[in-house]
């Protein structure tokens, strides 16, 4: 088998696998004040340091969730709910996950003005865009550190300057799920107020994410109940899967950017040197991560070729997993500007330190047979 959907979600590590079992064998409830609950308990505490070290931040700024869309959740509406007397007007981008557009759309039926800022021709966010939509009554922006369907990087650690100078109240927060633990990622430095991160991206295991909360940042719990995460996230904790992600979070420190970005290129470079009419959706190299690969391949549907990889048990994406089997076109490649035909011929690669250079081989092979014969019987 050859794994190339893992911006989709990653396979767990053995060490996750491990940490799972003993957690499983805890089972105090980490509210309980006797010895198996202060066990539970002090499995959080270290997941929230491991967590941290990741961000440079203090781990009393770490909450969990059940994933990045829950986090993306709680910082917009929670955020924009508990700030609406400072203004209306939030901003977000035209390539954003579902998780965010979603509730921007929702905000807006309750009122809220928004401003969808675009792009440039290489996905990446136009700040001039930006800077000339931020006014003084906005008081929210969400964008994403990583695109999940291209890999572009967009510009975060530039946002908040602008942002001081414009729109002093707004509050940032960043989509970190593709980013976290793969790319560069200074939340302080950079201003950030709230960020999102998931555990099943970085090799931990599915109903898992965490939201950093900045001091001094004024929002309103999502989920209410029983109080635990100091009220703001309700909720006996899945000491499971916090357990899971703290230890991606260990491992996730020793990942080699520098050889999945190499993966990333052969295949690339095996792509573009053995089939013709292709084309790359891709940043600039300073603006583009290594773990994901957008290419259109004219003259066929990405779905065939899905299909025709997995019987070599090669397993790639279409776009977004969260939108795959939804009948509309990708809102990203669309906003970028790429036609009909290269939006419906786009298949996503993304890595993993797992793959080999024999898998990209194999799946350079597959790739020349797989397209050669789709093309062959497409009806011009």
Not at 38 to 52: G, P, V
Not at 107 to 127: A, C, K, M, P, Q
Not at 206 to 225: M, R, S
Not at 273 to 296: F, T, W
């Amino acid at each position: 088998m050859i794994y190339l959907d893992n911006a989709s979600t990653t396979k767990p590590s053995s060490g996750v696998i491990d940490a799972i079992s003993d957690a499983l064998n805890n089972f105090g409830n980490p509210s309980s004040m006797h010895r198996l609950g202060i066990d539970a308990e002090n499995i959080i505490k270290k997941a929230k340091e491991n967590a941290s070290k990741i961000l440079s931040v203090s781990p009393n700024n770490i909450y969990f969730t059940s994933g990045g869309t829950e986090s993306n959740n709680t910082a917009i509406f929670g955020a924009c709910h508990a700030n609406i007397k400072k203004g209306k007007h939030i901003i977000t981008s035209k390539i954003e996950h579902p998780s965010v557009l979603t509730p921007f759309k929702m905000l807006e039926e309750e009122g809220f003005e928004v401003s969808y800022i675009g792009t440039d021709e290489n996905g990446i966010l136009d700040l001039e865009e930006f800077e000339n939509e931020l006014r003084e009554d906005t008081i929210f922006v969400s964008i994403m550190l990583v695109n999940n369907e291209t890999g572009a990087i967009m510009p975060v650690d530039k946002l908040k300057p602008i942002m001081k100078k414009k729109s002093p109240k707004a509050l940032l927060h960043i989509d970190a799920v593709q980013g976290f633990g793969k790319v560069l990622l200074k939340p302080k430095q950079w201003g950030v107020d709230l960020l999102s991160a998931s555990g099943h991206k970085i090799h931990a295991i599915k109903g898992t994410g965490l939201l950093y909360i900045n001091d001094n940042v004024l929002i309103k719990p999502f989920i209410c109940g029983g109080g635990q995460q100091k009220n703001m996230r309700s909720g006996t904790e899945n000491v499971v899967g916090i357990s899971a992600f703290s230890k991606a979070c260990e491992e996730i420190c020793n990942y080699n950017a520098e050889y999945v970005r190499n993966l990333r290129e052969k295949l690339k470079n095996g792509i573009l040197e053995n089939i013709d009419r292709v084309k790359i959706n891709e940043a600039v190299s300073e603006y583009q991560a290594g773990h994901i690969l957008n290419v259109s391949f004219l003259g066929l549907r990405s779905e065939i070729l899905l299909h025709s990889l997995e019987m070599h048990q090669i397993y790639v994406s279409t776009g977004s997993a969260c939108s795959t089997n939804k009948p509309m076109p990708s809102h990203v490649l669309s906003a970028i500007g790429c036609s009909a035909e290269e939006i419906d011929s786009a298949i996503r690669f993304s890595f993993s330190e797992d793959i080999t250079d024999e898998d990209i081989d194999k799946t350079i092979e597959a790739l020349i047979k797989e397209v050669a014969t789709i093309r062959k019987y497409v009806r011009k």
